[in-house]
């Protein structure tokens, strides 16, 4: 199992940058698929961007592309999100994600351990 807690939430003016940070428990965290979710007030959750087990491929959503850069350290049980030319459209309840059997993919129901999430808001 692996438990998943969130940090670096917080509010940032659009054009800036923030870093989420997802801290992982359990031995076997390397081998798991990690991914970041987002939900905005009154939306469904939606996928953010995922990166494999060794942190050699990632896919990103269309939305988030070329501005978020996720990375992970397997050493240290963490996963990161560096958001970069933030828009106010980019507020959301940012959640980290693990899965162990599925590759990549953004499916929300693929995934089987969450964090409770960390708070991020842009401002216009």
């Known amino acids: 199992q692996v438990q998943l807690v969130e940090s670096g939430g917080g509010w940032v003016q659009a054009g800036g940058s923030l870093r989420v940070s997802c801290a992982a428990s359990?031995?076997?965290?390397?081998?798991?698929?990690m991914a970041w979710f987002r939900q905005a007030p009154g939306k469904e959750r939606e996928f953010v961007a995922a990166i494999s087990w060794r942190g050699e491929r990632t896919a990103y959503a269309d939305s988030v592309k070329g501005r978020f850069t996720i990375s992970r350290d397997n050493a240290k049980n963490m996963v990161y999100l560096q958001m970069n030319t933030l828009k106010p459209e980019d507020t959301a309840v940012y959640y980290c994600?693990?899965?162990?059997?599925?590759?990549?993919?953004?499916?929300?129901?693929?995934?089987?351990?969450w964090g409770q999430g960390t708070q991020v808001t842009v401002s216009s």
């Open positions: 994600a693990a899965q162990q059997y599925s590759g990549i993919v953004p499916n929300i129901e693929t995934y089987d351990y």
């Open positions: 359990g031995r076997t965290f390397s081998t798991y698929t």
